[in-house]
């Protein structure tokens, strides 16, 4: 599993510029997917050979002084509850503040490692009093950088990874099926494991948001053992006008990266909404297999048509995962709610599915007889050989002996071949293109 490093800090002591900084300036990349680059909210960082995600909760900020503060906390408890590491930000340049220190203390009382990073330090030999105020915070060695300069943030990242629990990143855990329930709050998704679990495990009632944790429940069905991460949506305070939909982002984030299925739920009777889209966009852009259930299926009034039209929505809706199955179920009345399982079980095999060699070549050179490379001022794209490299999802490298002329729309035509020859129904698939000079 990839830890996962939760920034928090007050608005304005540079939590973006360094978010931006670590994840690179592949970050402001905004692709087609109608995904979650465009919100920086969370990206993959690399150092010294540790992978982690990086979630900015300071991708929400309130809009009043008065507000910060109990803003601030609920940034605290979203960290904290979904973090491996917390990486704290203050302001050298402002120094230490009551806001500062209140969440300091909350973070103490979590128990999870925290990084304590004092930003806009240009100059480190002026550093010393600037620093050293805050040791006051009880939360150890400050370090001292500048997000802006980029100066000082190895020493930090060089401490953020020390606190990895080595155990954890090993985990790939047993033969356990991890299955994530991620959609907006409100959406039943703590019915649907009350549901599965036959019992009230979880609370359900109608605010939206108030199931407060992700929670992990353990479900036997046929011999068959899976764990249900719910997601759950986030409880409203009324006195904060704080994003909802960009918290529930970051909820996801945490629930999908432990997962190995995601189950994309839709409110049936609100329709299917471009934050259904981000939320998936998430599952896509991670490679986990996926399935779209519309839930409260029993709620709307239907004619020969709806589920048609529903399928159409969700078709434009989730045009960038035209391989997740979809399934209408309803959680109050337990309507399809056992055939998950069996999508659920499909999906994540399909996810793991391994093709020799021999067979992805006898494919490939059929799909290159039936509809020839593209060509680019009289140079033709040749592909090779291909092979699979790995699973979860499969990834496969293409050898060519020009990346340029390997079009994007070739590329969709050859997934659609392997997935017409071999299905895998519920799992993106990946490509890797390498170049190789001369025939082999």
């Known amino acids: 599993m990839k830890p996962i490093v939760a920034v928090v800090g007050r608005p304005n002591v540079g939590k973006s510029t360094l978010f931006n900084r670590l994840a690179g300036e592949r970050i402001s990349i905004v692709e087609d997917t109608p995904g979650v680059t465009r919100d920086r909210i969370y990206a993959d960082v690399e150092w010294l050979n540790y992978n982690f995600t990086l979630i900015d909760t300071g991708g929400i900020e309130p809009d009043s002084d008065d507000l ?239 589920m048609y039209r529903y399928m159409n929505d969700l078709g434009e809706t989730f045009s960038f995962m035209t391989y997740a199955p979809m399934m209408f179920i309803s959680a109050k009345t337990g309507l399809r709610v056992n055939k998950l399982f069996e999508t659920i079980e499909m999906v994540s095999q399909n996810h793991a599915l391994r093709v020799s060699t021999g067979l992805l070549n006898d494919i490939l050179y059929e799909a290159m007889a039936m509809n020839q490379p593209p060509s680019d001022k009289g140079k033709r794209l040749k592909i090779y050989y291909m092979t699979q490299v790995s699973v979860k999802p499969p990834t496969f490298v293409l050898f060519v002996n020009d990346r340029q002329l390997m079009h994007f729309s070739y590329r969709r035509y050859i997934e659609n071949q392997l997935r017409e020859a071999f299905g895998f129904k519920g799992t993106p698939i990946r490509f890797i293109v390498r170049e190789r000079k001369g025939k082999e």
């Open 68 to 306: 910060i503060l109990s803003h601030m906390r609920k940034q605290a408890e979203i960290a904290i509850e979904t973090a491996s590491v917390i990486l704290f930000i203050v302001d050298g340049k402002t120094g230490l503040t009551d806001t500062d220190a209140e969440v300091a203390t909350m973070l103490r009382k979590a128990k999870k490692p925290v990084v304590l990073a004092v930003n806009k330090i240009d100059d480190r030999n002026k550093m010393s009093y600037e620093v050293y105020e805050f040791y006051n915070l009880g939360l150890g060695d400050p370090f001292p950088i500048s997000a802006e300069q980029m100066l000082g943030l190895g020493d930090m990242l060089d401490e953020v990874v020390k606190n990895f629990d080595q155990d954890e990143i090993k985990e790939e855990d047993d033969d356990i099926l991890k299955v994530a329930i991620i959609g907006k709050p409100n959406v039943g998704k703590s019915s649907l494991i009350n549901k599965i679990l036959g019992e009230n495990r979880v609370i359900v009632s109608d605010i939206a948001g108030t199931t407060r944790d992700a929670i992990d429940t353990p479900v036997t069905v046929d011999g068959k053992e899976f764990v249900f991460i719910d997601t759950a949506g986030i409880r409203r305070k009324s006195k904060i006008k704080e994003d909802i939909e960009k918290y529930s982002i970051v909820r996801s984030v945490s629930a999908i990266e432990r997962a190995g299925v995601a189950v994309i739920l839709i409110d049936a009777e609100k329709g299917v909404t471009e934050q259904d889209a981000k939320i998936a966009g998430i599952a896509h852009e991670r490679g986990k297999a996926s399935i779209i259930v519309v839930n409260k299926w029993d709620a709307i009034e239907k004619d020969d048509k709806t």
